[in-house]
């Protein structure tokens, strides 16, 4: 069974552009959740998407911003980038039953780098 | 106080000891748990889910729940050069006392680092 997939795997921006990064879950999975991970702040949770609906968000700006579509891809777009937000993005993917047991997995992420 | 809370590292054990980490966790509703392992450079991964009190085992790893005192712990048997990473405690928190659908709260990691 293919893992969850990520592209691209590195993105290299500068202040004030847009980036869309894209996520495929593992087959069945109907559940995208999107984190960013930082050395000083750790995984914190974006979004999450179930059958193209949001259903729980983060405390992150309105710049992020993020899609799901029919299939279960999802993309999460980040408008007027700034240095801070050079960081890996990770999506995960699950059932998302809402039961316990429902269980992420994890892509292997987007460095993205903003000069 | 931070919503999930793991023993600060890095940790360090030989080769063959017994590695162990802990995790505190601020909502008394949290069902479901999880311990992730990253390698630096890489992505989490899933280690152990729990969601009842008491052990569960699976080959050399041990996680441990105790939902009155709000801890959850993982024992590495054995300990391994290769187990040497940054483990990840998870928690499912949902301060509205409902389900936070997708997700987790993090704790900060420890970095085990296990020399021969």
């Known amino acids: 069974k293919a893992g969850v997939t990520q592209t691209p795997r590195y993105l290299i921006k500068t202040r004030g552009q847009q980036v869309t990064l894209s996520c495929s879950p593992i087959?069945?999975?109907?559940?995208v959740s999107w984190y960013q991970q930082t050395p000083g702040q750790g995984l914190q949770f974006l979004f999450e998407?179930?059958?193209?609906?949001?259903?729980n968000k983060g405390n992150f700006p309105g710049r992020f911003s993020g899609r799901q579509f029919s299939n279960s891809r999802s993309e999460m777009n980040v408008s007027t980038l700034e240095l801070g937000d050079s960081a890996l993005y990770l999506c995960?993917?699950?059932f998302g039953s809402g039961r316990m047991e429902d269980t992420q997995y994890f892509g292997p992420g987007t460095r993205l780098t903003v000069l | 106080q931070k919503e999930v809370e793991q023993n600060s590292g890095p940790l360090s054990v030989p080769e063959g000891a017994i590695a162990s980490l802990n995790c505190t966790y601020s909502d008394r509703g949290s069902q479901s748990f999880f311990w992730y392992r990253q390698y630096s450079g890489k992505s989490p991964e899933l280690i152990m889910s729990?969601?009842?009190?008491g052990d569960k085992e699976d080959g050399r790893f041990t996680a441990q729940l105790n939902k009155a005192s709000q801890y959850v712990s993982l024992l590495i048997r054995d300990s391994q050069p290769s187990d040497s990473a940054t483990y990840l405690c998870a928690v499912n928190i949902d301060n509205a006392g409902g389900t936070s659908y997708g997700k987790l709260t993090f704790g900060q990691g420890t970095i085990l680092t296990v020399h021969p």
């Open positions: 998407y179930f059958s193209e609906t949001q259903r």
């Open positions: 729990i969601y009842s009190n």
């Open positions: 087959s069945g999975h109907r559940s």
């Open positions: 995960a993917s699950s």
